[in-house]
């Protein structure tokens, strides 16, 4: 099976356990990039798997990966306990995060695409949530090489820093770059929203998409600007993994035929449907449902298109 006929999704980044503490009570909800990012992409669409480590203590979550049409055979077996976050919130209802256990026991859960079944590695599509550990990016990218199409979501850590000869390599290999309004400023520098679309372009993605919060997105393929907002139906219970969700779901409308416009529209409201909760929604129908409802919300204005993009863009 090629990559190109194999017509599935595979997620590479972690899910984790989030223990989210109110008033006297602690209760334990799926979460983590990769779980997000995957609840996005199979509220849109078949063939979703996720790839990370769990351990022993995953299993009572199953059944709701199930029920949200997300693939499991690519949760490897860890002897170490799942990843945790500890989630409180101040008075502000400002939400702070707390690595259960530190930083290096999540390092341990990643999974990496040579482990996966053959189904997973011949996927039509990844999305990666990833930095630039050793030895993750090679087959990634000769996959990729092969005619599967890359999102990169990618972290601030990698925008943050100088930006490594690696990480140039992999921005020419991306199909979708998915980044928010303070990691392009620190990939990039400052400037009006079609000046950061130019610049982020010329780095070698064929597509950006820029995620601008409560003021939505905008999207380009070098070519078309559309502009999102935000779904104004929508109840804000939890932000938290509202933009791996819109990538997920963004992916998935691409990979199932949709345009610009509508895969900017149909990502908006499944990011909708992650926030109006705590946790995600029980099953995918109800899913589905709410992202029909709220997409009627969904402003998408075409803006001007880009006729040129100076630097390595120009010779792809």
Same mark, same amino acid.
């Given at each position: 099976?090629?990559?190109?006929?194999?017509?599935?999704?595979?997620?590479?980044?972690?899910?984790?356990?989030?223990?989210?503490?109110?008033?006297?009570?602690?209760?334990?909800?799926?979460?983590?990039?990769?779980?997000?990012?995957?609840?996005?992409?199979?509220?849109?669409?078949?063939?979703?798997?996720?790839?990370?480590?769990?351990?022993?203590?995953?299993?009572?979550?199953?059944?709701?990966?199930?029920?949200?049409?997300?693939?499991?055979?690519?949760?490897?077996?860890?002897?170490?306990?799942?990843?945790?976050?500890?989630?409180?919130?101040?008075?502000?209802?400002?939400?702070?995060?707390?690595?259960?256990?530190?930083?290096?026991?999540?390092?341990?859960?990643?999974?990496?695409?040579?482990?996966?079944?053959?189904?997973?590695?011949?996927?039509?599509?990844?999305?990666?949530?990833?930095?630039?550990?050793?030895?993750?990016?090679?087959?990634?990218?000769?996959?990729?090489?092969?005619?599967?199409?890359?999102?990169?979501?990618?972290?601030?850590?990698?925008?943050?820093?100088?930006?490594?000869?690696?990480?140039?390599?992999?921005?020419?290999?991306?199909?979708?770059?998915?980044?928010?309004?303070?990691?392009?400023?620190?990939?990039?520098?400052?400037?009006?929203?079609?000046?950061?679309?130019?610049?982020?372009?010329?780095?070698?993605?064929?597509?950006?998409?820029?995620?601008?919060?409560?003021?939505?997105?905008?999207?380009?393929?070098?070519?078309?600007?559309?502009?999102?907002?935000?779904?104004?139906?929508?109840?804000?219970?939890?932000?938290?993994?509202?933009?791996?969700?819109?990538?997920?779901?963004?992916?998935? /409308?691409?990979?199932?035929?949709?345009? !610009? #416009?509508? @895969?900017?529209?149909?990502?908006?409201?499944?990011?909708? *449907? =992650? +926030? %109006?909760?705590?946790?995600?929604?029980?099953?995918?129908?109800? /899913?589905?449902?709410?992202?029909?409802? !709220? #997409?009627? @919300?969904?402003?998408?204005?075409?803006?001007?298109?880009? *006729? =040129? +993009? %100076?630097?390595?863009?120009?010779?792809?």
């Amino acid at each position: 099976m090629s990559a190109a006929s194999a017509g599935r999704i595979t997620v590479l980044s972690r899910v984790v356990l989030d223990e989210i503490v109110e008033e006297s009570t602690t209760r334990v909800v799926l979460g983590g990039s990769g779980f997000w990012a995957a609840y996005g992409a199979a509220t849109v669409s078949d063939g979703v798997a996720l790839a990370s480590r769990v351990g022993t203590d995953f299993a009572p979550f199953l059944p709701q990966f199930s029920e949200l049409g997300i693939g499991t055979m690519g949760l490897l077996p860890s002897v170490d306990p799942t990843s945790r976050t500890l989630i409180t919130y101040s008075g502000d209802q400002v939400r702070h995060e707390e690595f259960v256990g530190g930083w290096d026991a999540h390092l341990r859960m990643r999974a990496y695409l040579p482990e996966l079944p053959r189904v997973m590695r011949e996927a039509s599509a990844l999305y990666v949530f990833r930095d630039l550990p050793p030895g993750f990016w090679g087959p990634v990218l000769e996959h990729v090489a092969g005619g599967a199409t890359l999102m990169w979501e990618i972290p601030g850590a990698v925008c943050a820093a100088p930006l490594s000869d690696e990480a140039r390599i992999v921005l020419r290999a991306t199909s979708i770059l998915s980044i928010n309004r303070e990691e392009a400023a620190d990939l990039v520098g400052d400037g009006d929203e079609r000046a950061t679309l130019e610049r982020l372009l010329a780095l070698g993605p064929r597509s950006v998409i820029l995620r601008l919060g409560s003021r939505g997105s905008i999207v380009s393929d070098g070519h078309r600007v559309v502009a999102a907002s935000v779904a104004r139906a929508a109840t804000v219970k939890d932000p938290t993994g509202a933009g791996n969700a819109y990538s997920g779901a963004f992916l998935a /409308a691409t990979m199932s035929g949709s345009d !610009l #416009a509508e @895969s900017a529209r149909t990502a908006t409201a499944v990011a909708a *449907t =992650a +926030i %109006a909760r705590v946790g995600a929604p029980s099953d995918r129908e109800s /899913a589905r449902a709410e992202t029909r409802r !709220l #997409a009627d @919300s969904v402003t998408v204005t075409e803006l001007a298109p880009i *006729t =040129a +993009i %100076a630097g390595e863009a120009m010779n792809r």
